[in-house]
C-alpha cells in the first residue's frame, strides 16, 4: 500500500521560519510534489522534487531524501497569507504515472 | 502552464440523481485525473482518465458510480451517478505537463447532495 504522513496541524508567527515534514512509503516512486492550498481553492503547485537534495524558491524550498522516504517543505520569513494546508504528494509509478496525496498540514501564522 | 476549467463550479442535486462534470484543459495533455476532496481532508485520487479508452480506476472507486470519458486529449467528464449525501464534496480535475514535472488542478467543483 501506498502511505504518505504528515503532521495534521502546525502554528507559527509572523516573520518566522517553518518547516513541515513529510514520510512516505511507496512503490515505484517517481518524484515528489508540494502543494499550497488555501480554503476554498484548488491547490497550487509550490514545488518538485525528484533527486536527493534542496530546491529553493524564493521564500520556499523542498528537500528530498529518496532513501530515508523523507521531505520537508521550509517556509522563511512567514506572512499572514501563508496560513494555508500544504499538501506533500508522490509520484507512484505502477502501469502508468499517478499523484497520491498525503494527508495534509493545516498551518496557521499568527501575528 | 496549463489553464483548466471545469463546469459547474457548484451545484446542489437530489438524492438519486447524476451529475456530470467537464473538465477542459487550454492545451493537449497526456496525463488527466479526477480527484476528490471531502471536507477538511486531502485529495483522493478516484480515476485516471485516458484518452480513447476506459478509466483506470483506484480502489473504492468504480465505473457504475463514477463513469468517466475522455474523447480527445484537452477534454474530460466525470459522472457521479445515483448520488447520496455522502457523495457532497470536492471534485477535481488535474492534469500534468509534458515533462510530468507539474501537475495542475482546475478550479474544482463543489457538489452538496441533499
Known amino acids: 500500500g501506498q502511505n504518505i504522513d504528515q503532521p495534521t496541524e502546525m502554528t507559527a508567527t509572523e516573520g518566522a521560519i517553518v518547516q513541515i515534514n513529510c514520510t512516505y512509503q511507496?512503490?515505484?516512486?517517481?518524484?515528489l510534489f508540494w502543494y499550497q492550498q488555501h480554503a476554498g481553492e484548488a491547490p497550487t503547485f509550490l514545488s518538485y522534487n525528484v533527486l536527493d537534495g534542496l530546491e529553493e524558491k524564493g521564500r520556499f524550498s523542498s528537500f528530498l531524501s529518496r532513501s530515508k522516504g523523507y521531505s520537508y517543505l521550509l517556509l522563511k520569513e512567514l506572512q499572514m497569507k501563508d496560513s494555508a494546508s500544504y499538501l506533500c504528494?508522490?509520484?507512484?509509478?505502477?502501469?502508468?504515472?499517478?499523484?497520491?496525496f498525503g494527508t495534509g498540514t493545516r498551518l496557521q501564522v499568527f501575528p | 502552464s496549463a489553464v483548466i476549467s471545469q463546469k459547474p463550479s457548484r451545484d446542489i442535486c437530489q438524492r438519486g440523481t447524476s451529475l456530470t462534470i467537464q473538465c477542459q484543459v487550454d492545451?493537449?495533455?497526456?496525463?488527466m485525473f479526477w480527484y476528490r476532496q471531502q471536507p477538511g481532508q486531502s485529495l483522493t485520487l478516484i480515476a485516471t482518465?485516458?484518452?480513447?479508452?476506459?478509466?483506470?480506476?483506484e480502489s473504492g472507486f468504480v465505473i457504475d458510480k463514477f463513469p468517466i470519458s475522455r474523447p480527445n486529449l484537452t477534454f474530460s467528464t466525470l459522472t457521479v451517478s445515483n448520488m447520496s449525501p455522502e457523495d457532497s464534496s470536492i471534485y477535481l480535475c488535474?492534469?500534468?505537463?509534458?515533462?510530468?514535472?507539474?501537475?495542475?488542478f482546475g478550479p474544482g467543483t463543489r457538489l452538496l447532495v441533499l
Open positions: 511507496t512503490s515505484g516512486f517517481n518524484g
Open positions: 492545451s493537449q495533455v497526456t496525463m
Open positions: 482518465a485516458n484518452q480513447g479508452s476506459e478509466a483506470t480506476y
Open positions: 488535474s492534469s500534468t505537463n509534458r515533462g510530468g514535472e507539474t501537475q495542475y
Open positions: 504528494a508522490v509520484i507512484v509509478s505502477y502501469n502508468t504515472d499517478k499523484l497520491i
